[in-house]
Every structure is written in structure tokens, then in C-alpha cells.
């Protein structure tokens, strides 16, 4: 006799824990810096090792240890962050001021939409996973909703302030209150209507995954509002609350779609990521254990590169940091299509998605 089928994504212990109690680390970033008043720099760097670096890490296996997957996108996948390489470091040897700020500003809107963007990817899949029809009026609502809450959020920190990031003023649109608050008005319209159609619905087959999504979107909205709401002192702070929990859900992620990607064996073409991701415990702390290292081996080249030239090691640091953080985040839209077949299946969606990605 064949069970209902899983709501979860990779299982639901695990989804729990990478995709909604990970919305949770933002308020532990809240009351270390608003409450045990710990430095901005401490909790980025904690960030870095737990979360972000892994996250970045994570990505390079997923492309660059797969020769497949690089050589059939080079420009897109070598030659664009080659290209941001030399971008950030121009702008911090040449631009003076104006190109932390420049480059800090392009960080932080291209951050919050990477981080939506990623939010609405794992929506998607569970929109996909519920057997809910696509034709359903409420399922339209819950990415509109979604993204007005992010837009809320980074509006009304841009109309309040700090203005902020690693303590450089962004460039910023001057907003009227009336228009960051006036979001409001179609915010609770579109909850108040995904409200009211789920409750029309909760004899439906899907209605159980409908509440799911939304408790996600609940999460969501944690993740955005604390970072941009709440921990509004230190700048820093703020966006490594934002990037941990990004990390943690991406670390959750792409594990899965390396374990779907190689689950047939040990890949001649790809050896070492197709090995590290067959099933079993041992697989995975040595996974986590090559992530890490990824992430040392970059604190190496800064290193060295601090003692051959007239930059320090914390310059180097952030040129290379923001460099492989804005390649991150250009690679990740050009890899992560839903709609493509191979994608869609490795994330555990059977069929393609007609929307794009």
C-alpha cells in the first residue's frame, strides 16, 4: 500500500530545521548585538565560518567541481566573476570613496534580492510538491505577497535609517512616508485574501501544503523584518543576521541537489563531489569538512597576497570577500532555473515549471 506522498522537500526533520527554524538565527544575531551589545565584526566573522563561507563553498561545488556544469556556461560561470574580481578591485584602488560606496550600494539591494529570490525558489518547490493546481488563484498570491514584504521591509529601513552597510552610507532613493507606509495597504490585502482562500480550501487534497507555505512565508517575514526592522544600531550586525540564515538554507539546498545529482555512483568526470555525496553520515562530515576548507584556502590567498603587495590583510580581505559574495550572487541566477528539466528533477520536482527562475 503506497503512503501519501511527502510534503518535504529533503525530509521534513531536515526541512525544518534548514528552511524554517533557520529563520530563527536572526533573532540570536538581534540579541548579541542589541542586548549583549557584542561587535558588529564578531558576528560577521562568527557568520563567515558557520554559515556564509560553507554557503559560498557550497556553490563552487556545485559548479566548478563538476567540469559539466562550468564548461557548459564558461562566460556565465568563469568569466563573469572574473570579470566582478576586477570590478571591486578597481573600484577600492582607483574610485576612493565613492567605490566602497558604490560597490557596498550594489551589495546591498543585489543581497536582499538574492535573498528573496531564494525564498520564493524553495516556495516554488513546495507550490510544486502539494499537487495544488497552478491555475489556483491563491497559489498567484503567495509570490506578490512575498515580495511586498521584503519591499516593506528594505523601503522603511531606507525612509527610517541607518542607511548603512560595513559602515558606509548606500546610495538611497529618498521615499516619502506615505509610500513606504502606503505598501501596507496591499500587503494586508494579499494576506487577508490568501487568508481567506485557504480557509475556503481546507477541504481541498492540497489544503495541509497550503498552510505549510504559509507558515513559510511566516518565516520569511521573520528572516526580513529583524534584519531590517529590528537590528537597526549596527549595520554589520544586521546583514550577517541576514546572511546566516540565507546560508543555512542554501547549505540545506544544495546538499540535496548534489545528493539527487550523484545518486546514481561515483562520477569518473566529477570524482571528489560525486564521492562526497553518496548517502551516509560519514559522506556528509566530510563534505562539511572540504567546505570549510574551501573557505581557509581563501583566507590563505588573502594572506599571501597581504604580503606581496602594499594592502593589508583586512583590505584584501574585503576585496576578495565582496568579489566572491557578488559572484555568488550573479552564478546562483544563472544555475538555479526551476524550469529546466535536469534542475527541476535533482530538487525533487519531476516535471519542468513553465515560469521562469
Same mark, same amino acid.
Given at each position: 500500500?503506497?503512503?501519501?506522498?511527502?510534503?518535504?522537500?529533503?525530509?521534513?526533520?531536515?526541512? +525544518?530545521?534548514?528552511?524554517?527554524? #533557520?529563520?530563527?538565527?536572526?533573532?540570536?544575531?538581534?540579541?548579541?548585538?542589541?542586548?549583549?551589545?557584542?561587535?558588529?565584526?564578531?558576528?560577521?566573522?562568527?557568520?563567515?565560518?558557520? #554559515? *556564509?563561507?560553507?554557503?559560498?563553498?557550497?556553490?563552487?561545488?556545485?559548479?566548478?567541481?563538476?567540469?559539466?556544469?562550468?564548461?557548459?556556461?564558461?562566460?556565465?560561470?568563469?568569466?563573469?566573476?572574473?570579470?566582478?574580481?576586477?570590478?571591486? =578591485? +578597481?573600484?577600492?584602488?582607483?574610485? @576612493?570613496? !565613492?567605490?566602497?560606496?558604490?560597490? %557596498?550600494?550594489?551589495?546591498?539591494?543585489?543581497?536582499?534580492?538574492?535573498?528573496?529570490?531564494? *525564498?520564493?525558489?524553495?516556495?516554488?518547490?513546495?507550490?510544486?510538491?502539494?499537487?495544488?493546481?497552478?491555475?489556483?488563484?491563491?497559489?498567484? =498570491?503567495?509570490?506578490?505577497?512575498?515580495?511586498?514584504?521584503?519591499?516593506? $521591509?528594505?523601503?522603511?529601513?531606507?525612509?527610517?535609517?541607518?542607511?548603512?552597510?560595513?559602515?558606509?552610507? &548606500?546610495?538611497?532613493?529618498?521615499?516619502?512616508?506615505?509610500?513606504?507606509?502606503?505598501?501596507?495597504?496591499?500587503?494586508?490585502?494579499?494576506? /487577508?485574501?490568501?487568508?481567506?482562500?485557504?480557509?475556503? @480550501?481546507? %477541504?481541498?487534497?492540497?489544503?495541509?501544503?497550503?498552510?505549510?507555505?504559509?507558515?513559510?512565508?511566516? $518565516?520569511? +517575514?521573520?528572516?526580513?523584518?529583524?534584519? !531590517?526592522?529590528?537590528?537597526?544600531?549596527?549595520?554589520?550586525?544586521?546583514?550577517?543576521?541576514?546572511?546566516?540564515?540565507?546560508?543555512?538554507?542554501?547549505?540545506?539546498?544544495?546538499?540535496?541537489? %548534489?545528493?539527487?545529482?550523484?545518486?546514481?555512483? &561515483?562520477?569518473?568526470?566529477?570524482?571528489?563531489? #560525486?564521492?562526497?555525496?553518496?548517502?551516509?553520515?560519514?559522506?556528509?562530515?566530510?563534505?562539511?569538512?572540504? =567546505?570549510?576548507?574551501?573557505?581557509?584556502? &581563501?583566507?590563505?590567498?588573502?594572506?599571501?597576497?597581504?604580503?606581496?603587495?602594499?594592502?593589508?590583510?583586512?583590505?584584501?580581505? /574585503? &576585496?576578495?570577500?565582496?568579489?566572491?559574495?557578488?559572484?555568488?550572487?550573479?552564478?546562483?541566477?544563472?544555475?538555479?532555473?526551476?524550469?529546466?528539466? @535536469?534542475?527541476?528533477?535533482?530538487?525533487?520536482?519531476?516535471?519542468? =515549471?513553465?515560469? /521562469?527562475?
Amino acid at each position: 500500500m503506497s503512503g501519501t506522498p511527502s510534503l518535504a522537500i529533503i525530509s521534513p526533520v531536515k526541512d +525544518f530545521l534548514f528552511f524554517f527554524a #533557520s529563520a530563527l538565527v536572526v533573532l540570536l544575531a538581534w540579541f548579541a548585538s542589541s542586548v549583549l551589545h557584542v561587535d558588529g565584526y564578531t558576528i560577521l566573522a562568527t557568520v563567515a565560518v558557520v #554559515s *556564509n563561507g560553507p554557503h559560498l563553498g557550497s556553490t563552487w561545488t556545485r559548479v566548478y567541481f563538476d567540469p559539466k556544469a562550468w564548461r557548459a556556461q564558461p562566460i556565465a560561470t568563469v568569466g563573469v566573476p572574473l570579470f566582478i574580481f576586477a570590478l571591486v =578591485l +578597481f573600484a577600492n584602488w582607483k574610485l @576612493e570613496s !565613492f567605490g566602497p560606496r558604490a560597490i %557596498n550600494s550594489i551589495i546591498l539591494y543585489w543581497a536582499t534580492w538574492h535573498f528573496v529570490a531564494q *525564498n520564493w525558489g524553495i516556495l516554488r518547490i513546495y507550490q510544486r510538491k502539494s499537487g495544488e493546481p497552478v491555475t489556483s488563484w491563491a497559489q498567484k =498570491l503567495e509570490r506578490p505577497l512575498l515580495l511586498l514584504i521584503v519591499l516593506f $521591509c528594505i523601503s522603511h529601513r531606507l525612509y527610517t535609517g541607518p542607511r548603512v552597510l560595513f559602515g558606509v552610507e &548606500v546610495f538611497y532613493p529618498p521615499l516619502p512616508r506615505a509610500l513606504v507606509l502606503g505598501l501596507l495597504a496591499p500587503l494586508f490585502f494579499l494576506l /487577508g485574501s490568501l487568508l481567506y482562500a485557504r480557509i475556503r @480550501e481546507r %477541504n481541498e487534497p492540497w489544503a495541509r501544503a497550503s498552510w505549510l507555505r504559509l507558515a513559510f512565508i511566516a $518565516c520569511s +517575514f521573520l528572516g526580513f523584518f529583524v534584519p !531590517f526592522q529590528l537590528i537597526t544600531s549596527d549595520d554589520t550586525s544586521a546583514f550577517a543576521a541576514a546572511a546566516c540564515w540565507h546560508g543555512f538554507q542554501y547549505l540545506g539546498m544544495v546538499r540535496h541537489y %548534489n545528493l539527487n545529482a550523484w545518486k546514481g555512483g &561515483v562520477s569518473g568526470d566529477a570524482k571528489l563531489i #560525486s564521492w562526497l555525496s553518496q548517502p551516509g553520515w560519514t559522506r556528509g562530515f566530510l563534505y562539511w569538512a572540504l =567546505l570549510m576548507s574551501l573557505a581557509g584556502a &581563501v583566507y590563505v590567498v588573502v594572506f599571501a597576497l597581504s604580503l606581496v603587495t602594499s594592502w593589508n590583510f583586512y583590505t584584501w580581505a /574585503g &576585496v576578495i570577500w565582496v568579489s566572491l559574495t557578488l559572484s555568488h550572487y550573479w552564478i546562483d541566477g544563472v544555475i538555479w532555473k526551476l524550469r529546466r528539466p @535536469e534542475t527541476a528533477a535533482r530538487v525533487g520536482i519531476a516535471d519542468s =515549471l513553465s515560469a /521562469g527562475g
